[in-house]
């Protein structure tokens, strides 16, 4: 188990190494002239050349790679060109803006997505498979921006303000009941520090993205689900249980089930990582305070290391994530956890 | 009598014909509506000059934000423009994009998939770890590197699609050409002086037609979801390219009010990607009944 | 005989709708099994073994159609729902399949799989469902029974698990045990040692057995009847010891001509020619004519009934009567 570990870590070092390879590549060589747009318009020639001194640009690829590289170690992502200050630690206040989104997203997606793919494969060709998998059809077809706004205009348009619009929280609330910043999640941080009315704000502003970035995910990981399922009842374990008088419903929930779940895992770490990249759009659309929202900002103003940083970070999260997942199945499976 | 040998094969009065058609309208009555929805859609798109009613371009404040009715059938947006036209315009843009990205999808994938799959080794683990990498990004935000990197616009949206992209069609093609290298007659074709590329070409290809098709039908629908998510948030299509994305994005200060700015292009976008899954997924249950959910 | 049959299958048919055509698994068998009998039912792959095994408990997989009549212990089996026949599956009949490592759940350790089977059948609690399953493992001479209780099936050797398979079917001492070819995916060691365990059973407990194999020297080695079966249908049923020394279907005779004999001298191997033909396709009249050596008109024209051919034999063969009375036709089918 440890020796399968290791050697996945590896292989994720190779191709953490990868990346790091395509985001230097797109930072460095793509821009037409980052320095241009530092220095504002029409810069002197000497001007640009001593820009290029100061930032390194001029010395070859490889070195300025390396030099890149012990940057990154260093924990420097660079500073970004409208704040002026270091991209990592502004990453670190929007960062955990974007985990609660996500977290809350996945949790959903699992707990209403896996029981409708196993209630859709269990009852086969009911009314309630055709309706899930109709539902789902449709889910996977509509653009995630266009959800958040159907959404907005339901619960904040036409039910008189039911919800709120955009923002993580109201921005009275912020002040009449302030909480300590700990976890940086507000939901936690307000319960930490007894603010009941922060807490529910916050809720009620979760609510609709939330709603939004589970939503497109929902469709395919209860057709997901639904497939795993069908292909374990086909199993022969599961024809024994049937020959030896084993209810149905324990057939379906416990046994079929449970070979559903190992697999599961590795559907819910490929969800994760479509949040990280869905949630891009979905804080766009809610104006949420998190990695998404600024990326875009930062696209819009041309700040190139403020975008390099975000995907750089959102990759090596997946990359993480992912590699954890994997763990988690040897961990689960026992064919593979005792030899 | 019958001669020696001979036999009378009675086959058992089966209702095929009968319950193939049943079988077949059951199952692809989807396929069908998909197929129509589509076809309507192309047509829409190839037809804009004579379809459209107005100019999609056309700047008329007097007729801003107007409610769906005769004169305009979807209304008009804060500019005035009519929304039925800019929409009819707009399919063009979204079938070009579909097509692009598969186009540069598969121009990078396949030959980098048959080089892998034929040399095998060392390249092949190379290539394929480099693909690797380019799927270790979540999705949507290589796209939005590269796309921020190059510059916004709809081109390089595509382009930048294409690139994130292509590993899955090399996966398939070097799975496909490995499979056929196992094959003794690349041997025998070997021996008779047969060159390797044309032995790929002729052998591996064919072979690798189904999987690329089912791949490609599902990634048509989301090359034009992912690109009017670019659009919308200001990297991809740019005024005043016409794309649904773009349209959505720009009725993001009235829809709230004025509902057809965003439902009608947003319908438009649902429309045509659920067309487009239908026909791919009934394409791929013709082609591959067992890959298909039962 | 006059006792009720443990087994008693009448006419069974069982055929498959599908798009490309009917297919025909099971075409009207019928064959019975007493108390503590062991019956072969032999066949090459595809005959229509398996699937009228399964339709002795009821589990023949949609889109299946059953007719005809399967009564175990009295009861009849054809018609009933899943939860009718809960009680008899696993307690009063019960089936071992061929591949126990597929057969038995990964994910569960093989104690706890018994255990289940144990607690629900004889309605024990959690600690004598335990004991009962330690038990179950020593009566199949199973190495180290507690521990074994623990182990996942990956963790055991294909024989160790046939053992786990064995004893799961007779922890709770079913009358009827069904064997779907249960030594063919192990060697032949092992093989031996399985026959021995389940002769013991057998004796032991007189447990009557459907053995369904393609081996025939297991067939002589442990069988007391044998059924053979053709393109869906049987078409001999007799003791064991008279079909070997004289088998009367051409088929079967064909079956024993290809098995190698010890002392037989340096004859050649005789391989049958032609292929199974398929359960969707049957030729006209007899289903092995195209193979068979002695065809002629009548063998075209129809398909052969089982009539009796000697004390406790019976045969589906438009010539094979004639050698044994000399006359055209026995009585007709009847039971044993």
């Known amino acids: 188990m440890w020796v399968y570990a290791a050697k996945r870590v590896v292989m994720m070092v190779g191709i953490m190494f990868g990346v790091l390879v395509v985001t230097f590549a797109l930072s460095r060589v793509l821009p037409s002239s980052p320095v241009e747009i530092m220095l504002g318009h029409r810069p002197t020639p000497e001007q640009v050349e001593a820009a290029k001194q100061a930032l390194g640009l001029d010395r070859p690829l490889y070195i300025q790679f390396v030099s890149y590289l012990g940057d990154l170690l260093r924990g420097d992502l660079g500073v970004s060109l409208r704040t002026g200050r270091p991209v990592l630690s502004e990453l670190f206040l929007r960062m955990t803006a974007t985990f609660e989104l996500t977290t809350l997203a996945v949790v959903l997606v699992v707990l209403a997505g896996v029981p409708l793919g196993v209630l859709s494969a269990v009852k086969r060709n009911a009314p309630v498979d055709h309706a899930v998998r109709t539902i789902s059809m449709a889910g996977v077809a509509l653009p995630i921006f266009l959800v958040g706004m159907l959404l907005q205009m339901l619960f904040y348009g036409a039910m008189g303000q039911a919800l709120p619009l955009q923002g993580r929280i109201g921005s009275e609330i912020l002040l009449d009941y302030p909480f300590e910043r700990v976890s940086g999640l507000y939901l936690i941080d307000s319960l930490i520090a007894g603010q009941w009315e922060a807490f529910v704000s916050s809720a009620r502003h979760l609510a609709l993205p939330v709603l939004t970035l589970a939503a497109a995910s929902l469709a395919v990981i209860s057709r997901i689900t639904r497939n795993m399922m069908l292909e374990v009842l086909d199993k022969d374990y599961i024809r024994t249980a049937w020959a030896y008088g084993v209810a149905r419903r324990r057939i379906h929930y416990r046994y079929a089930l449970k070979a559903t779940l190992v697999p599961m895992l590795t559907v819910i770490g490929l969800t994760y990582g479509f949040m990280l990249g869905g949630s891009v759009v979905v804080e766009a659309v809610f104006d949420w305070p998190g990695l998404g929202g600024y990326v875009v900002g930062a696209i819009s103003r041309n700040d190139y290391p403020a975008v390099m940083g975000v995907t750089l970070f959102l990759a090596t999260m997946y990359l993480a994530i992912n590699l954890v997942i994997d763990l988690l199945y040897h961990a689960v499976d026992p064919r593979l956890r005792i030899p | 009598m019958s001669a020696p040998g001979s036999q009378e094969f009675g086959v058992r009065p089966s209702l095929g014909l009968s319950r193939l058609l049943s079988w077949f309208a059951s199952q692809n009555v989807l396929l069908v509506v998909g197929a129509v929805i589509f076809l309507t859609i192309v047509a829409l798109a190839l037809l804009a000059p004579l379809i459209a009613p107005y100019d999609p371009n056309t700047i008329d404040f007097s007729q801003k934000l107007r409610a769906p009715g005769l004169e305009h059938l979807l209304g008009t947006d804060e500019l005035g423009r009519d929304i039925f036209s800019r929409i009819v315009y707009g399919a063009r843009t979204s079938l070009l994009i579909g097509v692009t990205v598969l186009a540069f999808s598969m121009a990078l994938g396949v030959p980098i998939g048959l080089v892998a799959g034929y040399f095998g080794g060392r390249v092949d683990t190379v290539l394929m770890r480099v693909s690797d990498v380019f799927l270790a990004f979540p999705p949507l935000l290589l796209p939005i590197a590269i796309t921020a990197m190059l510059g916004a616009g709809l081109f390089n949206a595509m382009m930048a699609l294409a690139i994130s992209w292509f590993p899955w069609y090399a996966r398939i093609i070097r799975g496909s050409v490995m499979g056929v290298r196992e094959e003794l007659y690349i041997a025998a074709a070997k021996t008779m002086g047969v060159s390797a590329p044309r032995i790929m070409l002729r052998h591996a290809l064919p072979n690798s037609w189904t999987p690329t098709i089912v791949q490609a039908s599902m990634d048509f629908g989301y090359a034009i979801l992912a690109a009017a998510s670019l659009s919308f948030i200001g990297i991809g299509a740019r005024p005043p390219t016409i794309e649904w994305g773009l349209m959505v994005a720009q009725s993001r200060t009235k829809f709230l009010d004025f509902w057809w700015t965003a439902a009608c292009p947003g319908l438009a976008i649902f429309l045509t990607v659920l067309a487009v899954n239908l026909v791919g997924d009934g394409i791929r249950d013709l082609l591959d009944p067992k890959s298909r959910a039962r | ?336």
């Open chain 3, 1 to 336: 005989m006059s006792a009720e049959p443990i087994l008693a299958i009448g006419d069974l048919a069982v055929e498959f709708p599908l798009l490309s055509g009917t297919v025909e698994a099971v075409r009207g068998c019928s064959l019975s099994i007493g108390k503590g009998e062991v019956m072969a039912l032999v066949g090459e792959s595809g005959c229509g073994k398996s699937m009228l095994a399964l339709a002795c408990l009821g589990l023949v997989p949609k889109p299946g159609i059953v007719r005809g009549s399967v009564k175990v212990a009295g009861r009849e089996v054809v018609g009933r729902t899943d939860r009718e026949l809960a009680d008899l599956r696993g307690g009063r009949a019960a089936m071992i399949f061929q591949n126990p490592a597929s057969a038995l759940n990964p994910f569960f350790t093989v104690g706890a799989q018994l255990q289940e089977v144990v607690a629900r059948h004889r309605g024990l609690s959690r600690a004598a469902a335990r004991q009962a399953v330690i038990a179950a493992f020593e009566d199949v001479r199973l190495p180290d029974p507690k521990i074994a209780l623990g182990k996942y099936p990956h963790q055991m050797s294909g024989g160790q698990l046939q053992r786990v398979m064995i004893a799961m079917a007779v922890a709770c001492r079913p009358v009827l045990l069904i064997a779907d070819e249960p030594t063919t995916a192990l060697d032949v060691t092992i093989q031996a040692q399985i026959i021995v365990l389940l002769r013991d059973l057998v004796e032991r407990t007189d447990l009557s057995v459907l053995f369904i194999t393609h081996d025939l020297g297991v067939v002589a080695e442990f069988c007391d009847r044998v059924a053979v079966m053709y393109a869906g249908a049987i078409v001999e049923r007799g003791p064991v010891a008279d079909f070997l020394e004289e088998p009367l279907h051409p088929y079967a005779r064909m079956l024993l001509a290809a098995v190698p004999r010890l002392g037989a001298g340096r004859a050649r191997l005789e391989a049958i020619s032609g292929q199974v033909p398929n359960l969707a396709h049957l030729p006209r009249g007899c289903p092995f004519h195209p193979r068979c050596a002695k065809t002629s008109d009548v063998c075209r024209r129809d398909d052969p009934v089982m009539r009796r051919a000697a004390r406790g034999r019976h045969v589906a063969c438009h010539h094979a009567l004639g050698a044994i009375d000399g006359g055209v036709t026995g009585s007709s089918e009847d039971a044993a």
